[in-house]
């Protein structure tokens, strides 16, 4: 079940309910909030874009009922600009990002995003071109592996753990990721392994961060996707990790604040907030979501309304 499904259509309702609105699922993954959406609003028209041909491919049969009111489009979230150009839209009406990785994604071994199986470090959302997670750590410097650990999975032994993948590659390349799982769980102290589940878990996030480049597609692609929106439009951002939702809640704020200095009594219309807040900070998931979906367990949801040209 896509995460926080009906928290998140409440937020977009009152600007997708309006006759041939445009909503833009920035990450359409499976189809789940889509589907949701042009079932609930019948004139609604979808844009769908997703790197993942695999997602691509599932959400073509699921959302094939809908006929011509879908648009699907094999993008990165960043060419939004480019992908409503083509398809005619001067703007749309609300924006979904659900930055999570995807179930299909999780669940189906070979693509490698799992810590939990063994399987090739592969990591690619779009495996038709890009690096692996492989080649990652088979040829990043110990310095430079230290460093998307840090900054991408908040990892506080990110050098200890570089340093150990650097002087195990020399004997081996990494290939599959339970290697790269157990070396992680050494170079980390006991103490530290006992608690917050799974140690790989942030080394993994990183490099799929890395090799996906995502938060420099989410840093073009946030302020993109409110330019896009009319006024009165509405954008939704699903995070799971802490630098991905610094971004957001900074953007937005930016975003909420006039561009003229303090006390100046009218704001000339060029210079207006050009968006509010509909979130009091990040929501979290109730209690029921969390024992409906356990995934949802991270996820912090920030949404605006754009209120000015």
Known sequence: MPVMRERVLALLAPAISAPDAI????TLGLGGHAE???TQFPQLQLVGLDRDTDALD???TRLAPYGDRVHLVHAVYDELPEVLAELGFASVQGVLFDLGVSSLQLDERDRGFSYSQDAPLDMRMDQSQGITAADVVNTY????LARILREYGDEKFAMRIARRIVAARDEAPFTTSSRLVDLVREAIPAATRRTGGNPAKRTFQALRIEVNGELDALRAAIPAAIEALAVGGRIVVMSYQSLEDRFVKQVLAEQTQATVPHGVPV?????QAKLRLLTRGAEKPTEQELVDNPRSASVRVRAAERVAA
């Not at 909503?23 to 920035?26: K, Q």
């Not at 410097?141 to 430079?144: C, G, I, R, T, Y």
């Open 141 to 144: 410097s110990a310095p430079a």
């Open 36 to 38: 949701q959406a042009l």
């Open 23 to 26: 909503l833009v699922d920035a």
């Open 267 to 271: 704001i000339p219309e060029a210079h």
């Open 58 to 60: 599932h959400s073509r």
